[in-house]
């Protein structure tokens, strides 16, 4: 069956900006979760969603947002970006909730000048 | 706040050495699951450990959870060149509420 998939895979915006990354989980799967890997901090849990609810949040402030829509799709927006926003977003879903074993796609790559 | 730390960050060694890959933490885990990235891709599961002090093995692959549930580790025997990426330990926190993941620990197979 596919993977999840995730897009835009790369790209560059300016200061102030805003980005909006989208991601399709596995046929199936309820459960989706971002993630912020950088150099210096690794792998920064951002949220999940389950049933378009969601279910947990890491500690990002409120610039980072997300959504999860019926057919269990999400998106992740950024609003004022800022240099050190500057990372790979990697989508990962799960059959279950919480700590099930999760399913990463390729990742969005951002770049903010 | 759960921490998981891991060492070595860096390994780089010559084929057909071994290594091990420690994982550690103040915490404990209901259960810790291996990952590993490669350049361009998202992490990939290798295995979840569940019980204190089970050991499981994929082919040149030893993982093991603490007795305590704090800490794993995981064991390459004699490396080969494919198994360079970054190895990424994770834990389902107390609550099993979410995944928590370690700094990772990037390594080179050196031919």
């Known amino acids: 069956k596919a993977g999840v998939t995730q897009t835009p895979r790369y790209l560059i915006k300016t200061r102030g900006q805003q980005v909006t990354l989208s991601c399709s989980p596995i046929?199936?799967?309820?459960?989706v979760s971002w993630y912020q890997q950088t150099p210096g901090q690794g792998l920064q849990f951002l949220f999940e969603?389950?049933?378009?609810?969601?279910?947990n949040k890491g500690n990002f402030p409120g610039r980072f947002s997300g959504r999860q829509f019926s057919n269990s799709r999400s998106e992740m927006n950024v609003s004022t970006l800022e240099l050190g926003d500057s990372a790979l977003y990697l989508c990962?879903?799960?059959?279950?909730?919480?700590?099930?074993?999760?399913?990463f796609g390729e990742g969005s790559r951002l770049t903010v000048l | 706040t759960q921490l998981l730390e891991q060492s070595p960050q860096f390994l780089s060694i010559q084929e057909g050495e071994n290594l091990t890959v420690y994982c550690n933490s103040s915490?404990?885990?209901?259960?810790l699951q291996w990952y590993r990235q490669e350049p361009g891709e998202g992490p990939v599961l290798l295995v979840t450990?569940?019980?204190?002090?089970e050991v499981k093995k994929l082919k040149r692959l030893t993982f093991q959870f603490g007795d305590a549930r704090k800490d794993s580790s995981l064991h390459i025997t004699a490396a080969q060149p494919g198994d360079t990426g970054l190895y990424l330990c994770?834990?389902?926190?107390?609550?099993?509420?979410?995944?928590?993941f370690g700094s990772g620990t990037r390594l080179s197979i050196r031919p």
């Open positions: 990962a879903s799960s059959l279950l909730e919480g700590a099930g074993e999760l399913f």
């Open positions: 046929s199936g799967h309820r459960s």
């Open positions: 969603y389950f049933s378009e609810t969601q279910r």
């Open positions: 915490s404990v885990f209901s259960s």
């Open positions: 450990v569940v019980t204190g002090g």
């Open positions: 994770a834990g389902a926190d107390s609550s099993a509420s979410k995944i928590i």
